[in-house]
């Protein structure tokens, strides 16, 4: 799609300071995840990857399968060739749509500067819709908000 190039390689898993305590604390201050019970964020923390992805460089690309929700721990993401969606900061869940739908990625994800990811597992984020209100509800608005045709 773009030349043949690969961005293989500035998608990564991370070093990054992912110590369990500090990913528990973040997804703690994230809209649908404060509610979470102790068992269900550790749950979440031990199946979860930390991913650095480099300014440019593409998350994910349209048509992707979905391998999982994703939340910025750092830096932010766009939506490539969206100038009017706004950037994804600190906090901020993407990739929602596919999941819940069970379909292909919707959009094409870049990260605007030099990111930090939370990736939590297919399997995991299925478990957590299906049984926690909170984030059911806030996935729902997310999807009214972005992609209206696929609100549920």
């Not at 019970?37 to 690309?61: G, H, K, P, Q, Y």
Request: proline share 5%.
């Amino acid at each position: 799609m773009s030349g043949g190039h690969s961005s293989e390689g500035k998608v990564r898993l991370g070093p990054m300071d992912a110590s369990p305590d500090r990913l528990a604390q973040m997804l703690r201050s994230v809209p649908g995840f404060s509610s979470a019970s102790e068992d269900e964020l550790r749950a979440v923390v031990a199946t979860a990857s930390t991913r650095m992805a480099e300014a440019s460089s593409i998350v994910f690309e349209e048509g992707d399968l979905a391998d999982g929700l994703y939340i910025v721990l750092s830096g932010s993401v766009r939506v490539v060739g969206d100038e009017n969606t706004d950037p994804l900061g600190p906090g901020d869940i993407f990739g929602e749509i596919a999941l819940v739908h069970d379909i292909p990625r919707t959009r094409a994800i870049e990260a605007a500067v030099d990111t930090e990811l939370l990736v939590i597992p297919k399997a995991v984020f299925d478990g957590l819709f299906a049984s926690n209100e909170e984030l059911g509800r806030v996935v729902r608005e997310k999807i009214r908000e972005r992609l209206p045709e696929y609100a549920l």
